[in-house]
């Protein structure tokens, strides 16, 4: 092959190829998601909500060929899931179903190729190309649960109850929708890789060779890697298993109380006890519905006393979302060419717990579902998988790279001034890019919180409540319940000590 030929098909084929997945993945292959997020999360966590808005929306603007918007490419749906819980956090509840509704018809979109496609082989041969991030994002297990409650609320937040109760009621069967779909995901995602490997034997063989996770954390070199995956596995102990969602179920379990159908929630508040059985609220639970539905109380809840007031009806539910949640962070990682690699990062929880005082009774919130121990534990149990990707893409590049700088030292018939010339060129050119291309893909739903709380109380005769965050910076608000409340959910974000919200979700029926 001649150099013009080389270089004449190099220009024709990897370039374009390479810049079409950079145009229609989103703008993530070159700039990560986390870094793309800094300065709106900065905004969010000091109270800048309108400036937080103003850049989630900027992204998802009306698209034409000459800006960056993200609709109709493959970060889209994450940014879809930031716009429905900003919205969520501000009160604009509307907004929010309707941004969570675009994402619920995204993720269906994903789901409905069962089967590994011809443009999903293409897209991960895009991916060899560039990163990870020429794949649509398809949400991680925890975001597609937060999804549903979010809806759920909102609905409430809106005033039409009937469409909270019907969300509430297919929670328990999305959760398992999930559980289903996500393994339909992993199937997907190695056969795409097998796919890849077959295509690229030399580099599948070196990837078998050094790309375990093992040899990767015995490297020196790789020192960080494995202090963020002790991290990570250490909070993933704090998750529930098969991809479970506290905050779902509970939401399920009150929905059937409410409906007086007790035995549904037994169901539902057992799985609860089973994921957290020294958890105090849900045993609490658990006995009070196994003793509205005529249930023999098992021997080891014998000291658990029930409820002293209806939880089905006349009740303040107050659900505590504290803190920022956990996210993914560029980090690098050695093999030994540098790759990077996405990363958990936590952070510290603003304050300790939700004191709310109503009837001259204080009631304290407890955990209800630690967002991060859910992430952390799908991160732990994907992170196999992705790394096989990180390091066969790399390994590809690499090839591709040391390939064209041999084709053009071969030529022994053409002028050493224009070879010097070529193979600077294709040298720079190529460093070039893979330098632009080594970007992890960090893209998760960051507007969440590190943690659900909860407590319940008894609608005071006075209807005066007053709430109270303990721990960090102090902050109180009394208020009254508005009359037409019943009984009412109250929401509290705090992703911070500088941005505390809340609304009263009013329940109107009991």
Same mark, same amino acid.
């Given at each position: 092959?001649?150099? /013009?030929?080389?270089?004449?098909?190099?220009?024709?084929?990897?370039?374009?190829?390479?810049?079409?997945?950079?145009?229609?993945?989103?703008?993530?292959? *070159?700039?990560?998601?986390?870094?793309?997020?800094?300065?709106?999360?900065?905004?969010?966590?000091?109270?800048?909500?309108?400036?937080?808005?103003?850049?989630?929306?900027?992204?998802?603007?009306?698209?034409?060929?000459?800006?960056?918007?993200?609709?109709?490419? @493959?970060?889209?749906?994450?940014?879809?899931?930031?716009?429905?819980?900003?919205? =969520?956090?501000?009160?604009? =509840?509307?907004?929010?179903?309707?941004?969570?509704?675009?994402?619920?018809? %995204?993720?269906?979109?994903? #789901?409905?190729?069962?089967?590994?496609?011809? /443009?999903?082989?293409?897209?991960?041969?895009?991916?060899?190309?560039?990163?990870?991030?020429?794949?649509?994002?398809?949400?991680?297990?925890?975001?597609?649960?937060?999804?549903?409650?979010?809806?759920?609320?909102?609905?409430? @937040?809106?005033? !039409?109850?009937?469409?909270?109760?019907?969300?509430?009621?297919?929670?328990?069967?999305?959760?398992?929708?999930?559980?289903?779909?996500?393994?339909?995901?992993?199937?997907?995602?190695?056969?795409? %890789?097998?796919?890849?490997?077959?295509?690229?034997?030399?580099?599948?063989?070196?990837?078998?060779? &050094?790309?375990?996770?093992?040899?990767?954390?015995?490297?020196?070199?790789?020192?960080?890697?494995?202090?963020?995956?002790?991290?990570?596995?250490?909070?993933?102990?704090?998750?529930?298993?098969?991809?479970?969602?506290?905050?779902?179920?509970?939401?399920? @379990?009150?929905?059937?109380? /409410?409906?007086?159908?007790? #035995?549904?929630?037994?169901?539902? =508040?057992?799985?609860?006890?089973?994921?957290?059985?020294?958890?105090?609220?849900?045993?609490?639970?658990?006995?009070?519905?196994?003793?509205?539905?005529?249930?023999?109380?098992?021997?080891?809840?014998?000291?658990?006393?029930?409820?002293?007031?209806?939880? #089905?009806? #006349?009740? *303040?539910?107050?659900?505590?979302?504290?803190?920022?949640?956990?996210?993914?962070?560029?980090?690098?990682?050695?093999?030994? *060419?540098?790759?990077?690699?996405?990363?958990?990062?936590?952070?510290?929880?603003? =304050?300790?717990?939700?004191?709310?005082?109503?009837?001259?009774?204080?009631?304290?919130?407890?955990?209800?579902?630690?967002? !991060?121990? &859910?992430?952390?534990?799908?991160?732990?149990?994907? %992170?196999?998988?992705? &790394?096989?990707?990180?390091?066969?893409?790399?390994?590809?590049?690499?090839?591709?790279?040391?390939?064209?700088?041999?084709?053009?030292?071969?030529?022994?018939?053409?002028?050493?001034?224009?070879?010097?010339?070529?193979?600077?060129?294709?040298?720079?050119?190529?460093?070039?890019?893979?330098?632009?291309?080594?970007?992890?893909?960090?893209?998760?739903?960051?507007?969440?919180?590190?943690?659900?709380?909860?407590?319940?109380?008894?609608?005071?005769?006075? /209807?005066?409540?007053?709430?109270?965050?303990?721990?960090?910076?102090?902050?109180?608000?009394?208020?009254?319940?508005?009359?037409?409340?019943?009984?009412?959910?109250?929401?509290?974000?705090?992703?911070?000590?500088?941005?505390?919200?809340?609304?009263?979700?009013?329940?109107?029926?009991?």
């Amino acid at each position: 092959m001649t150099i /013009r030929r080389f270089l004449l098909r190099f220009s024709r084929g990897v370039l374009p190829a390479a810049a079409a997945c950079v145009l229609f993945a989103g703008c993530s292959s *070159v700039v990560n998601s986390h870094t793309q997020k800094e300065d709106m999360m900065a905004d969010y966590m000091k109270g800048d909500d309108a400036s937080a808005l103003d850049e989630i929306e900027y992204k998802l603007r009306e698209p034409a060929w000459y800006n960056s918007s993200v609709v109709n490419t @493959g970060d889209e749906l994450m940014w879809r899931l930031e716009a429905g819980s900003m919205n =969520f956090h501000l009160g604009n =509840f509307q907004e929010c179903i309707d941004q969570l509704k675009i994402a619920e018809e %995204l993720i269906e979109a994903y #789901d409905q190729r069962a089967d590994v496609s011809a /443009r999903d082989v293409g897209a991960e041969a895009g991916a060899a190309l560039t990163n990870l991030n020429a794949l649509p994002y398809r949400g991680w297990c925890r975001d597609r649960i937060a999804l549903a409650v979010y809806k759920a609320l909102a609905y409430l @937040g809106t005033g !039409d109850e009937g469409a909270f109760r019907a969300q509430i009621k297919r929670l328990r069967n999305e959760q398992k929708k999930v559980q289903d779909d996500y393994s339909k995901v992993f199937e997907q995602e190695k056969a795409r %890789l097998d796919a890849e490997k077959a295509k690229n034997p030399a580099e599948a063989k070196k990837l078998d060779e &050094i790309g375990s996770i093992s040899k990767l954390t015995g490297s020196s070199d790789n020192a960080a890697f494995k202090t963020n995956m002790d991290k990570v596995k250490k909070v993933a102990n704090k998750g529930y298993g098969n991809f479970l969602n506290p905050a779902a179920i509970f939401l399920s @379990g009150l929905g059937s109380i /409410r409906d007086g159908e007790y #035995d549904n929630a037994r169901i539902d =508040f057992q799985h609860l006890v089973e994921a957290m059985p020294n958890n105090p609220l849900f045993r609490q639970y658990y006995v009070t519905v196994l003793k509205e539905a005529g249930r023999e109380i098992p021997e080891n809840f014998s000291d658990v006393q029930p409820f002293d007031f209806p939880l #089905d009806r #006349d009740c *303040v539910y107050v659900v505590f979302a504290n803190g920022r949640s956990a996210a993914l962070e560029q980090s690098s990682l050695y093999f030994p *060419v540098m790759a990077a690699w996405p990363s958990c990062t936590f952070y510290d929880a603003p =304050f300790q717990n939700l004191e709310a005082e109503a009837g001259g009774r204080k009631y304290n919130t407890m955990i209800l579902a630690d967002m !991060d121990g &859910i992430l952390a534990q799908e991160f732990d149990e994907r %992170l196999p998988g992705i &790394i096989a990707r990180i390091v066969l893409g790399t390994l590809i590049k690499e090839a591709a790279y040391y390939a064209g700088i041999a084709v053009i030292a071969a030529q022994k018939d053409m002028d050493p001034t224009v070879q010097a010339a070529a193979l600077a060129t294709v040298a720079v050119g190529g460093a070039v890019y893979r330098a632009a291309m080594n970007t992890a893909d960090t893209r998760t739903w960051e507007i969440l919180p590190k943690e659900f709380q909860l407590t319940q109380f008894p609608v005071p005769a006075d /209807r005066q409540v007053k709430l109270k965050l303990n721990g960090g910076a102090s902050f109180s608000q009394s208020f009254r319940l508005p009359d037409e409340c019943k009984s009412a959910i109250i929401f509290v974000d705090a992703p911070s000590a500088q941005n505390v919200k809340f609304h009263v979700l009013p329940i109107k029926s009991k």
